[in-house]
């Protein structure tokens, strides 16, 4: 990687182990973190505000999932490319400037006149955001001492799990209260206040426009069409049928050729714009592995149940908003407990814990009927926020043990890059198994349920006569007792297919405790070194 000329300061330096961390220091930690929350908050604030926004712009259900898919397609682009950018302009006019941008707009989306306008502003916000949550982790590592790197990584990993908890009940709130458009205009306060804190927080260095000439475009552009045309392919694929589309296979085969050119080119130069060597390093390899499953946790557990509780329980968003709070309060109280911990006890240690957990609270929730609401899913949710700071905090001290200071930015962006995109597959595969499940238990619910048997027929007949003494006639009342016995079937499929989506993300959680195991002992730094062994 490109290392800064002789008179600008390194910015990726890390300060000497027992340094003290000055005031400026924290107030640009703290506005990172803003940034990252921010960016994080936006891929999931749309989803409850989704069917307001889709009538204003008349646009359907399927067409609207481009609102989502737009901005994350943008994000995991512009992630990798955090590092060049960062050494090009520096750490506080990148910030400051991507920042600005990203408030513009964030603006411009409210305006939003029509679904391609929106598409196109979503993208926008997306590039401009998506770099807020690489530079989170690298204000961490460059600017805090090793013994405070616990304490940055617990509120890096509170911004990661915080906000996909948040997200739906942050939008559905706003939406209620001030309209759908408030959701995007939100961002200038948080937004304004972290170019206040990185403006004082840190220093001015000087920009070298020449590497922007010298960067490996080439490994960019394949990396922006390998990146962009997975998440498309994941995003849109179960609703067009998968391989049954020519659209999707197109985007799978892009996929894969620009994925494969960005590893050939990265491998080829001598200084690629973010180093995929890192993966070749055991512990980074199995923190990202299992942040890519993290990610299916966070995105597909609140993917699943707001969409549970608005089409089985008849929640406004605001009512699913109050559900899903829980996965995230409670964290606030848990995180400074586990960074202490994160120094004395062996990480993996914490982590398995912390997966137990998570997994424990999606096998809690893959026991529902049509009756579970607020009241049945209260504890799973509050054991789902007592075990994601003990995943999120130790994923961050492995991906970062041992990793050298100008590799940090390149660190920062892959693990976050892969978190993200596991989101995706996530979302992808739990869409894809609602769809298919719910047709299975409806078959298979529907070989029971028939005219010919007899708790079918004595429900059929009571249907009918409950219909019939409101004043229809027969041949009225006997279709609607059908129809509604048919609603039922169909509804009982959907709550086992729910489930199943459940136990899926349940079972992928407890089955990251195995690939955790291989990676080194780690414990976060108390005092000197960078991360013992």
Known sequence: MASTTHDTPKPFAPPA???????????????????????????????????????????????????????????????????????????????????????????????????????????????????????????????LPASKRATGMAIFGLTATLAPSMGPTFGGYLSELYGWPSIFYINWGPGLLLIAGIALGLDKEKRQLNLLYNADWLGIAFMAVGLGSLTIFLEEGNSKDWFESSFIISF?????????????????????????????????????????????????????????????????????????????LPQLFIMPFVAKLSSKVDNRILCTFGLLLFGGSCFMNAYMDATTGYDQLLLSQIVRALGQPFVMLTLSNFAMNGIQPKDMPSASSLINMTRNLGGSIGIALLATALTSREHFHSQRLGESVTSFAAATQERLAALTQSFLSRGFDTATASDMALKAIDGIVRREAYVMAYNDGFFLVGAVLFGCIGVLWFSDKVKAPSGGGGGAH
């Open 252 to 328: 799978a085969a892009l996929a894969i050729i620009g994925l494969l050119g960005w590893a050939v080119t990265g491998a080829l130069r001598k200084q690629p714009f973010v180093n995929l060597g890192l993966y070749g390093q055991r512990n980074f390899f199995a923190a990202t592995a299992l942040s890519m499953a993290m990610g299916m946790g966070l995105y597909g557990s609140s993917f699943l149940l707001p969409l549970y509780l608005g089409q089985i329980a008849g929640y406004s968003p605001m009512q699913i908003g109050e559900v899903i709070m829980w996965a995230g």
């Open 17 to 143: 182990p027992g340094e003290k961390v000055s005031a400026r220091t924290w107030m640009a930690v703290a506005a990172g973190m803003l940034g990252a929350f921010m960016a994080v908050l936006d891929i999931q604030i749309t989803n409850s505000s989704l069917k307001d926004i889709l009538g204003t712009l008349s646009a359907t259900q399927e067409e609207g999932s481009w609102i989502a898919t737009a901005y994350l397609v943008a994000e995991i682009i512009i992630i990798p490319m955090t590092g060049l950018m960062t050494r090009v302009f520096g750490m506080r006019a990148y910030m400051m400037g991507t920042t600005s941008l990203f408030l513009l707009c964030s603006t411009l989306c409210g305006f939003a006149w029509n679904l391609p306008s929106m598409i196109v502003f979503r993208m926008m916000q997306g590039f401009t955001g998506g770099a807020l949550i690489p530079m989170a982790m690298t204000l961490v590592m460059a600017k």
